[in-house]
């Protein structure tokens, strides 16, 4: 059974940057085609897709947001982190990790989801 | 780069047939996926391949994909569809890669 759990802090101030964590079970992240990504929701908004990291290391990103992202993984922990730089009050939202399998482009298994505020 | 429109809400009376379209370019050449939100819930995949549905998804849940629409039908609508629906495609060629709709919302009357 896969399961995510998101984890970080639930509030940052302007400018600050956000490190959020999302430990998996039931996959392993060195198995070839699989991805972990990150989505978030902002209150009553749609789904947006932030990044994703697959097994070997390639790294993708929301274009809009590129420039402020970095994705990470540890496959020994069964860690993906995500890093936010600049963070602003229209970055509050739930933040969501979620697992890609091998030869998709879809999330099956979604985590629970993490709310961030931003606010001073 | 890439746009999914989808309507705000569809309304339907429990056991008739909600019928729930995304719109986009060409979709019909990719592949679509649907997510189904409960209100403080995480999203659930539905549909994945434009019609394949995951173990455990009624079967009540179909979709279709062709020229500009993607379609997710949810037949015999029960209380418990009562959700926000999101579809979903990939595109190398677009901002971003993986591209969300706006997403409806299905209320059962």
């Known amino acids: 059974q896969i399961t995510l759990k998101e984890s970080g802090p639930t509030l940052v101030k302007p400018t600050q940057t956000l490190t959020l964590t999302c430990t998996f079970s039931g996959f392993s992240l060195s198995t070839s085609g699989v991805g972990v990504g990150w989505i978030r929701q902002p209150p009553g908004k749609a789904l947006e897709w932030l990044a994703l990291?697959?097994?070997?290391?390639?790294?993708r990103y929301s274009p809009s947001l590129k420039s402020r992202l970095t994705i990470t993984k540890d496959t020994s922990k069964n860690q993906v982190v995500l890093r936010m730089t600049n963070m602003d009050p229209v970055d509050t939202a739930t933040y969501y990790c979620?697992?890609?399998?091998?030869?998709?482009?879809?999330?099956?298994?979604w985590g629970d989801g993490t709310t961030v505020t931003v606010s001073s | 780069s890439y746009v999914l429109t989808q309507p705000p809400s569809v309304s339907v009376a429990p056991g008739q047939t909600a019928r729930i379209t995304c719109g986009g370019n060409n979709i019909g050449s990719k592949s679509v996926h649907w997510y189904q939100q409960k209100p403080g819930q995480a999203p659930v995949l539905v549909v994945y391949d434009d019609s394949d549905r995951p173990s455990g998804i009624p079967e009540r849940f179909s979709g279709s994909n062709s020229g500009n629409t993607a379609t997710l039908t949810i037949s015999r609508v029960e209380d418990g569809d009562e959700a926000d629906y999101y579809c979903?495609?990939?595109?190398?060629?677009?901002?971003?890669?993986?591209?969300f709709g706006t997403g409806t919302t299905v209320t059962v009357l």
């Open positions: 979903q495609v990939w595109d190398s060629s677009s901002d971003p890669l993986y591209v």
């Open positions: 979620a697992h890609s399998r091998a030869k998709s482009d879809y999330m099956d298994v």
């Open positions: 990291i697959y097994w070997n290391d390639d790294k």
